[in-house]
């Protein structure tokens, strides 16, 4: 059997256990050895990556990520094409799925020769470390709550990959965070010093910046986010 033959088995019986779960979105990528799968939950979309080794079923890492829709929207005006920025996402588990000995101890299932063995295997991994980071953030409030007034500022990027201050921004503005004006305040600032330094590395992104703040300032994203808010 093929390795291309062999990884759609095991994403076959992986979607199964899956869909007990409530995910009714999948995708194969063969190009990059990645299985995905999505569940939709009001405003938010919880979506699980994997990846599995270029020479067989080993699997190289589970990885589970938080799409908040509204941010998206108001992103896209200012990122058009956020799938190819990989921009859609964001939130990542800070955990990052996991600790590599987690993934050789899933892999020595492989040894008993029993797919369905490794099936479990994963599947008990992702109710260990993904299930449990999707459950405690049901909300884009709980993300405001929990992360961002919880977690100290230089440790957000653990958190928010991408264009991350763009999407901190955001998610304080939609959830009228009265942290928003000093961190818009203080990001300005940092990033007018980075473009003294750099302008051809950080004046688009600068400029970016500056005009989703206005975007965010003017209430220009009601008109944008009103539908989800009326679902």
């Not at 093929?2 to 995910?23: D, P």
């Not at 990027?157 to 503005?173: P, T, V």
């Amino acid at each position: 059997m093929s390795i291309l033959n062999q990884h759609k088995k095991i994403f076959s019986l992986v979607q199964v256990e899956l869909e007990k779960l409530g995910f009714s979105e999948f995708e194969h990528d063969p190009v990059f050895y990645s299985f995905y799968a999505k569940k939709n939950e009001g405003l938010l979309s919880y979506l699980i990556s994997f990846h599995l080794s270029t020479k067989d079923i080993t699997l190289n890492y589970v990885r589970g990520y938080i799409m908040i829709n509204p941010v998206n929207k108001i992103l896209k005006q200012f990122i058009p094409d956020l799938s190819d920025n990989n921009e859609l996402i964001t939130l990542k588990n800070h955990i990052n799925g996991g600790k590599q000995e987690d993934f050789k101890k899933i892999n020595e299932r492989l040894k008993t020769k029993k797919t369905g063995d490794y099936i479990t295997a994963i599947m008990e991994h992702i109710k260990k470390i993904d299930l449990p980071f999707f459950n405690k953030y049901p909300t884009m409030e709980t993300i405001n709550q929990e992360i961002i007034d919880k977690v100290p500022e230089e440790d957000y990027f653990e958190w928010f990959n991408g264009a991350a201050l763009n999407k901190i921004i955001i998610i304080m503005k939609l959830c009228n965070n009265p942290k928003y004006e000093s961190y818009k305040s203080k990001n300005i600032k940092i990033g007018l010093q980075f473009v003294k330094q750099n302008p051809q590395m950080w004046k688009t992104k600068y400029e970016r910046y500056i005009s989703l703040i206005n975007f965010l300032d003017s209430g220009k994203y009601l008109k944008i986010i009103e539908k989800d808010n009326m679902a």
